[in-house]
């Protein structure tokens, strides 16, 4: 491609909205436009990339068998009721109606559709397993879209879903797709870390979220340098603090906190530590209506912070369907006071209890009364719960759930995630097969998601992708593999050994943009290094003595080559990283 042809607008400036060096650099780089916010359109040079990771991805795909068909992304409400997820699903679903009132969605996922199509094509146990996928646009109205394409309303997201016999089947399958992932992220030079991970609105048994690491993620993992756990904040599971069983339990004793409201002013006023306290908060839990259903209590030690997808998980509803409450305002019904609620003296409400304050003694709780605390609380002789989890988040530095050594923490980009989903919507949308004794069995499923479009953000987020200059694309993914900057156009030699050069590497299967816009050089470069083309080829003065200069955008270094050794020495190095397999 002749870049005087192309379509490419750089800019200089960073634009205000965007705050990750990914996002400042696909708009920078001109790949992607803002059309209003979570809605984005993929530019010349930013589709190209696109593409190469989706052909990455139907390559892994298709390797373990798996076939790609497309579905529409309208879905009819109806498949949603079956599965029961048409309520479940929440505010982050778009929902449409026809001409007649019929009520769709805009798919943010599709297992209700798939589920439905492979129920009506498979009777027997010998069609077994099937694994079917696409690579299609996925909306959900996101609540905060932000990071560009990271968080976007409108995404590209590759699905496959797996149906099987039986659950080892199953098993089978999802191993599977975790290598095809595990294949997929290394091969587009990420960084990544498979982490166990909840199930969410997907809901099923076990799942593993693909986490591409860098500074700037949203997610949060908790890792263990001695042992094997790793898993997102939300899943890993904490250890109680030793009980204190043998402690006596003193008398309980009301005393004077005057407007002493949080954990930390409580502790100081009081010369407690803040793990000698109980923290109170409290919930309202909707309907399916959005009609408020019940008040919740939660409480954990002082210094303990909620892990609310425990709490949601405990509670076994959907994310959307609980919010912190005004205590002051349900306080009348509850006994809740701002401030000063306690475990005691609460009714109208549902406590939970994290499984460590059983077990400790002489606690310091809200005395339910303003301006008051109760000191020697006591689980047990003061107050009971509904309910005993874990509801507590497990910070870096906490001793590790599997061999108790201290945990740490790393942040990063969910880029894919895979589930066992088990028999979750093939019970009650009733996608039987007949069994060897002709016996109707419900099918074994999984699902296994990429988000595209993230990775092809997150791709840049990674350290070596990117420099003050620009991005740094990995072969496997540049939108092209070499660029030629010429620096004098209409110099006939410049003219001749350009031309050489394009054609020469186009030949040998080589994707080159060639830089003949009438610019002054130093725009060139700067271009270049900002849309960040794996290799650099100058043609220059040294052309005249059959001289180029050859520059991988990844190191610092120049060298002059030879025409011919500088066509050969490209084609060796885009073929051997082109496919991403170097990364193996
Ligand atoms: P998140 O927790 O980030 O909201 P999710 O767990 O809800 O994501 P999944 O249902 O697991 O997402 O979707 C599969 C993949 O699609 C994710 O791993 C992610 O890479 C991608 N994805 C999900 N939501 C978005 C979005 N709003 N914008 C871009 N990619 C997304
Ligand atoms: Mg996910």
Known sequence: MKLSK????????????????SHILL?????????????????????????????????????????????????????WQESG???????????????????????????EIFTDIIKNDVNSYRQLPLNIYQISNKFRDEARPRFGMMRSRDFIMKDAYSFDKDSEGMDVSYDEMYEAYTNVFTRCGLKFRSVEADTGAIGGSNSHEFTALCEYGESEIAYCDSCDLAATVEKATCVDAVPEKDMEMLPLEKVSTPNMKSIEEVSKFLGIEESKTIKALLFVVYDEEGKEKEYVAAFLRGDRELNMTKLINALDIPEHAIAFADEEKVGQVTGAVTGFTGPMGLHDCKLIV??????????????????YHIKNVNYGRDYEGDMICDLKTL?????????????????????????????????????????????DKPMWMGCYGIGVSRTFQAIIDMADNHDDNGIIWPMSVAPYHVIITQVKVGDEVQDRVSKEIYESLTKAGVEVLWDDRDERVGVKFKDADLIGIPLRITVGKGAQSGLVEYKLR??????????????????EIVNKEKDGRNFF
Not at 6 to 21: D, F, Q, S, Y
Not at 412 to 423: A, D, H, R, S, Y
Not at 554 to 571: C, G, M, P
């Open 354 to 371: 994290d499984s460590e304050l059983v077990g400790l003694r002489n606690l310091c709780a809200g005395g339910g009364e303003k301006d």
């Open 27 to 79: 708009l920078r780089a001109g790949m992607i436009r803002k059309t209003v916010a979570g809605i984005y359109t993929y530019m010349p040079m930013g589709w190209r990339t696109v593409r190469k990771i989706e052909n990455i991805v139907r390559e892994e795909m298709d390797n373990k068998g798996c076939q790609e068909i497309r579905t529409s992304v309208l879905q009819p409400s109806e498949l």
């Open 554 to 571: 990844r190191d610092l270094d120049k060298v002059e080559l030879l025409v011919a050794d500088a066509i050969n020495q490209a084609i």
């Open 395 to 439: 910070k870096a530095g906490d001793p590790c759930p599997i061999c108790g050594a201290p945990v740490k923490h790393a942040r990063g980009v969910e880029v894919g995630q895979v589930f066992k989903l088990g028999l979750k919507y093939s019970e009650p949308m009733k996608a039987v097969y007949k069994d060897e004794n002709q016996q």
């Open 6 to 21: 192309a379509h490419l607008k750089t800019l200089r400036e960073v634009p205000n909205e965007a705050e990750i060096p």
């Open 85 to 111: 997820r048409w309520n479940a699903y929440g505010p982050e679903m778009w929902r449409i109606k026809d001409r007649n009132g019929r009520d769709f969605c805009l798919g943010p996922t599709a297992e």
